[in-house]
């Protein structure tokens, strides 16, 4: 049996083309994960325990090193302990870890721990589409991962 450390890993999330991240979605909003139109997407760590994963930004910048939480039906940014745990869907609905993945490109669903499926919600404009629970539109996830066996970074020789 893989160890946590074995199952986390780096990876790039997108909609389509379009990246997703932790970007402001109206001036003044709180910042919020995103499918956006520019730029790059964040590179989240998944961090497995057991079989649901945290996600942290791994992203160099302002918000390198937080934790994707859930405030409401909108997933943010957090510094501090609160955190939101997902499970990883794949096209069979089955749930799946890292040790799952037969290639590095995968498409996915990200569900929290309690059962509700990500969504997003409809767009207009150019502004960044908000990743929520009550989101209009099924969400379907590329995931390119970057790196496997990936420690925490406060701990590089964990096994």
């Not at 730029?39 to 910048?61: H, K, M, Q, S, V």
């Not at 510094?79 to 096209?91: A, C, K, P, R, Y």
């Amino acid at each position: 049996m893989n160890t946590n450390r074995q199952k986390s890993f780096l990876a790039t999330l997108s909609v389509g083309n379009s990246p997703v991240r932790l970007t402001t979605r109206y001036p003044k909003e709180a910042i919020v994960l995103a499918k956006t139109y520019t730029g790059l997407a964040d590179t989240f760590y998944f961090r497995c325990t057991d079989d649901y994963y945290t996600l942290y930004i791994r992203t160099e910048g302002e918000h390198f090193g937080k934790v994707i939480d859930q405030q409401g039906n909108a997933f943010t940014g957090s510094s501090n302990q609160s955190h939101v745990n997902f499970n990883i869907i794949g096209t069979n609905g089955k749930i799946l870890t890292l040790e799952d993945f037969s290639s590095d490109d995968q498409v996915i669903q990200l569900q929290t721990t309690q059962g509700n499926i990500l969504r997003s919600e409809f767009g207009w404009a150019d502004f960044p589409v908000r990743l929520e629970l009550e989101g209009q539109l099924a969400l379907y996830l590329n995931l390119n991962i970057l790196q496997r066996n990936v420690p925490y970074l406060s701990n590089p020789d964990e096994v």
